[in-house]
C-alpha cells in the first residue's frame, strides 16, 4: 500500500537561517545568496504560498501496518531515500530562481530606473525653418544668421495627474513581483484534491 504525504513550503523552511530562500535552501544542503530582489519575492512567496503544498512523499507499507506522517527532522536524519527526493525538489526550485531572477530584476531595475521620467512632462518640439537666400549651410538653420524665417516652440503639459501617474508606476512595479510570485506558484505549488 502507498500513503501519500504532503509538504508546505513552510515546513520545509528552516526559519532560523537568514535570507529569503536560503531559508528553504540551507535546510537541505544548500546554501543562496539572495538580494533585495529575492527576499522580497520569497515574502510574496511565502505569505502566498507558504501553507501550501509544494512536495510529497510516497511512503511504502503492509496495508495492515498504520503508518505516521514523518516530520521533516526525521526525513533529514533517518530515511535518506526520501531526503534525496527533497533534495531533488528543492534543487529544481534553485534552478527556476537563477533562471527567472534575470528577467524579472531586468524589469524592475527598468520600472526603477525610469520612474523619476515617468513623472516628466510629456513636451512637443515643432520647429519651422525657411531660407530663401542662396546661402546654404552645413548644420541646418539654428545657427545660420540668413534664414529669413526661423521658429521653434517647445510645449510640456502632464498626461495625467501626479498621483494618478504615481499610482499607475507603483502598480506596474508592483505587479512584477506578483508575476514573479504567481509563476512560482504556477510552477511549484500542488493541489490535491
Keep these: 500500500m502507498i500513503t501519500r504525504y504532503y509538504y508546505t513550503m513552510n515546513e520545509l523552511s ?23 530582489y529575492t527576499n522580497s519575492l520569497f515574502s510574496d512567496v511565502q505569505l502566498s504560498y507558504g501553507d ?14 498504520p503508518v505516521e506522517k514523518p516530520t521533516v527532522q526525521q526525513i533529514l536524519s533517518d530515511y535518506p531515500q526520501y531526503k534525496k527526493e527533497f533534495v531533488k525538489q528543492i534543487n ?18 527598468l520600472y526603477e530606473d525610469n520612474a ?30 540668413y ?14 495627474t501626479v498621483m494618478s501617474r504615481l499610482d499607475e508606476i507603483r502598480r506596474a512595479w508592483r505587479s512584477m513581483y ?9 510552477t511549484f505549488v500542488i493541489y490535491n484534491d
Excluded: C
Aim: net charge negative; hydrophobic share 30%.
Design 52 to 65: 501550501d503544498f509544494i512536495m510529497y512523499i510516497d511512503v511504502y507499507h503492509p496495508m495492515w501496518e
Design 92 to 109: 529544481k526550485i534553485k534552478h527556476w530562481l537563477d533562471e527567472s531572477k534575470y528577467r524579472y530584476e531586468k524589469l524592475i531595475n
Design 147 to 160: 534664414a529669413t524665417t526661423y521658429t521653434k516652440n517647445k510645449s510640456a503639459s502632464d498626461l495625467s
Design 178 to 186: 506578483e508575476e514573479w510570485s504567481n509563476e512560482f506558484g504556477s
Design 116 to 145: 523619476n521620467k515617468l513623472m516628466d512632462k510629456v513636451e512637443t518640439i515643432s520647429s519651422t525653418q525657411f531660407n530663401d537666400t542662396p546661402q546654404t549651410t552645413v548644420d541646418g538653420l539654428d545657427g545660420d544668421n
Design 14 to 36: 528552516d526559519i532560523y537561517a537568514t535570507g529569503g530562500f536560503n531559508k528553504l535552501f540551507v535546510m537541505w544542503g544548500s546554501q543562496y545568496t539572495d538580494d533585495q
